[in-house]
């Protein structure tokens, strides 16, 4: 069961928010500045575009669009697999020509100009030239059919619109020193991007074969900790979208979309980014361990979509994408092994984004992984998980609104990740939050990522990701 944590404690953790900043905010060497490009210097003799974090955030709440061309897209009727694809499609014509600048010309891309924000304090773990940061890491076991051939880890950026960049700002202020969680809703027609590559190429995996590749200057992931950072080039292989629309998606007020490389499709590196599906609710009325054949009403999966993305969709074919993690390999559930589970989805695992991330990612108890051996010819690492379909697993299942969180006692910040998982813990790190009293009641596995959310990144292995 879930441990109730008294109210006293979510109070506890705002106060610590306002008070216990210091005013000058000291790293190992001096002063930090969050809005920081990037603590990785630039590749020597490197003279291209590089990464300028945008974080003038809007100050007045940006005019929604009159009538956004997604929804229009639906032509008044609720979202349903009829229309979602369609949907999709706007959405991504609507962004289409700044995903183009952004990702196939970059030197022209000017992200303040074109109205696109970042998150503050990832500076310790994004290169110096396109932001990008350690995603997950990928054994090639997971991509069976598509025959991936090598082990890959995913690098990732994140931009907001204007509209959700106003809520950036509502949380973090000019000074990004003392994060506001209360202020953590987003409004109608915020948007947010993620773009994803990874280190495979096209000779480690024949759907890459003509991506567009973005420089990267990092660690190669998977490497030592304290390893020199090298320039390589990583393929973009897909692009998650997210827009905040509660017409469209009454139960949780988003609608989570991604597209994923298919080098089948005619046109350019973008307009080959084909739809992989779209979600707006975690089907909590249907138990796909019970019944494998429910039909899902609020996932809705591209058939034409290529076969290395919907190799890893979600639980019961929930949506999922290949950089996202909802596969499960060697879990240990109720003290069997299981090689290979479906058990999440966008939703699912958005869902335990809070103030202090009481839930792990995935549907377990907390300690993400154990090395060892649970008997004769098992050694390896473990993902501990609740059984598919139980009372336990479901809480990861539910369409809830992004103001309500998984866990009482904490404030839930409306599916947003980035913030829960990668700049609150690291924003704690620089400003020498007293961490332990901030993840006070987060089980112990999950403690020990969030304390050093960096560890992750330098080692390449994702926090919680299978
Ligand atoms: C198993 C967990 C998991 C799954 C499944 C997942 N995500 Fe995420 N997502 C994350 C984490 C963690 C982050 C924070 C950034 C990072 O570390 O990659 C994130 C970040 C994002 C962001 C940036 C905004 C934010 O909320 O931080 C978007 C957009 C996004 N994911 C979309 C999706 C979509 C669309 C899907 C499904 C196709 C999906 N995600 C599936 C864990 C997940």
Known sequence: ???????????????????????????????????????????????????????????????????????????????????????????????????????????????????????????????????????????????????????????????????????????????ALHPDVTKAQYEEGAIIVKVALTTATADDWAILDGAPSWDVFAPLPGGASGTPPVLFQAPVFQIDIIVKDSKSAPQTSWVFTTFVYNKDTPGDGVDKMVALGVMWGNDADVNSAVDPNGVLKQSVINPLAPLYATETLGYGGRLSGPNDGAVAQNAIVDGKLRPRLSVSSCMSCHGVAESAMKSFLLPGPGVPRATGSIGPGTQGDYIYLYEPGSLEFNRWFQSRAGNDPQDRGTVSLDYHMNLAYKALPLWAKYTKQDRALMFKDVPSGLKQLLMDPEYSSKSGVLMGHP
């Open 1 to 175: 069961m879930s441990r109730m944590t008294p109210v006293y404690a979510l109070f506890a953790f705002q106060l610590l928010i306002v008070a216990a900043v210091p005013f000058l905010c000291r790293g190992e060497d001096g002063p930090v500045d969050p809005f920081l490009n990037s603590s990785t210097p630039l590749p020597p003799d490197y003279n291209g575009p590089i990464f300028k974090l945008s974080h003038n955030y809007p100050t007045k709440r940006p005019a929604p669009l009159k009538e956004a061309p997604w929804v229009r897209a639906l032509n008044g009727k609720p979202l349903s697999s009829d229309n979602a694809l369609l949907y999709a499609e706007a959405l991504k014509k609507h962004l289409s020509q700044d995903l183009k600048t952004l990702i196939l010309d970059y030197k022209k891309w000017d992200s303040a100009r074109a109205g696109w924000y970042n998150i503050p304090w990832l500076f310790s773990i994004q290169d110096p030239i396109h932001g990008v940061y350690t995603g997950s890491g990928f054994p090639r076991s997971m991509f069976p059919l598509s025959n991936l051939k090598k082990d890959m880890t995913t690098l990732v950026v994140v931009y907001y619109n204007d509209v959700a960049g106003y809520t950036l700002g509502r949380i973090w202020g000019s000074d």
